[in-house]
């Protein structure tokens, strides 16, 4: 059945049966990208506060976001450089960890760790929900969190240009009302759901036993997701303290 996924409908394409990626190479490459990110970000974190000096955590930050996304997509889309561009996309994604945590830390203290802390338990529920079948990655399901994705990002393309173009915001939907709060809730939720796209992109790709560069391009996007997952949840609750 041919997938929603884009990065599996490719995993389809490139099918490599002499040298096949695996499920423990795709965890193992994962979780050394993940690493990399923590490190450099806990780094950048506490470096900015020693230093005072509030610039860099805005310079990495944006670095980090422009960076990460353009790797991102050219990993996604070409999957063979996925091998290459792993590395250095950890280290923008790890820039702009350490940056927007040192940027919330300064105006809601203690909401850095709340967040880090509500993407640890919410990835561990979403692992025990794709495992013991709870929650299953359909083709439905696929399609729909897919499509709200990318509807999300295209809300904050039109927020991003608003704000460097006209100084302004979209209406009520960034503000800490019922609305601002109820969308960035949202947002939370589908990043969360995006883990089990990850968890079934992983198996579905290893299944059919796709290029061994694919490990790469998983652990990509999963640390991808955690980022988001990890961006949605300071937002959130920065939003609850009452500010935008």
Same mark, same amino acid.
């Given at each position: 059945?041919?997938?929603?996924?884009?990065?599996?409908?490719?995993?389809?394409?490139?099918?490599?049966?002499?040298?096949?990626?695996?499920?423990?190479?795709?965890?193992?490459?994962?979780?050394?990208?993940?690493?990399?990110?923590?490190?450099?970000?806990?780094?950048?974190?506490?470096?900015?506060?020693?230093?005072?000096?509030?610039?860099?955590?805005?310079?990495?930050?944006?670095?980090?976001?422009?960076?990460?996304?353009?790797?991102?997509?050219?990993?996604?889309?070409?999957?063979?450089? *996925?091998?290459?561009?792993?590395?250095?996309?950890?280290?923008?994604?790890? *820039?702009?960890?350490?940056?927007?945590?040192?940027?919330?830390?300064?105006?809601?203290?203690?909401?850095?760790?709340?967040?880090?802390?509500?993407?640890?338990?919410?990835?561990?529920?979403?692992?025990?929900?794709?495992?013991?079948?709870?929650?299953?990655?359909?083709?439905?399901?696929?399609?729909?969190?897919?499509?709200?994705?990318?509807?999300?990002?295209?809300?904050?393309?039109?927020?991003?240009?608003?704000?460097?173009?006209?100084?302004?915001?979209?209406?009520?939907?960034?503000?800490?009302?019922?609305?601002?709060?109820?969308?960035?809730?949202?947002? *939370?939720?589908?990043?969360?759901?995006?883990?089990?796209?990850?968890?079934?992109?992983?198996?579905s790709a290893a299944a059919q036993r796709?290029?061994?560069?694919?490990?790469?391009?998983?652990?990509?996007?999963?640390?991808?997701?955690?980022?988001?997952?990890?961006?949605?949840?300071?937002?959130?609750?920065?939003?609850?303290?009452?500010?935008?």
């Amino acid at each position: 059945m041919q997938s929603n996924n884009p990065i599996l409908t490719r995993a389809e394409t490139y099918a490599d049966y002499e040298q096949p990626m695996t499920i423990q190479g795709a965890i193992q490459k994962s979780i050394l990208l993940t690493v990399i990110a923590a490190v450099l970000g806990v780094g950048i974190f506490f470096y900015s506060f020693s230093t005072m000096n509030v610039g860099i955590a805005y310079a990495a930050t944006m670095v980090g976001a422009i960076g990460g996304l353009i790797l991102g997509l050219i990993a996604t889309f070409k999957p063979n450089t *996925a091998r290459v561009l792993a590395i250095p996309y950890a280290f923008f994604e790890g *820039a702009f960890l350490g940056g927007v945590s040192v940027i919330f830390q300064l105006k809601f203290p203690g909401i850095p760790l709340q967040a880090l802390l509500a993407t640890f338990v919410t990835t561990l529920v979403m692992f025990g929900l794709y495992k013991f079948q709870i929650i299953r990655a359909t083709e439905k399901f696929k399609s729909v969190v897919i499509s709200a994705s990318i509807a999300i990002g295209l809300v904050f393309v039109v927020q991003f240009i608003m704000r460097l173009a006209f100084g302004s915001s979209i209406p009520f939907l960034f503000e800490s009302n019922l609305l601002g709060i109820g969308f960035a809730a949202f947002v *939370a939720v589908i990043a969360s759901l995006n883990l089990i796209l990850d968890f079934d992109l992983i198996e579905s790709a290893a299944a059919q036993r796709a290029p061994k560069s694919y490990e790469w391009l998983c652990g990509i996007a999963l640390l991808a997701t955690l980022v988001w997952m990890y961006y949605s949840f300071l937002r959130l609750l920065s939003l609850l303290q009452g500010d935008d």
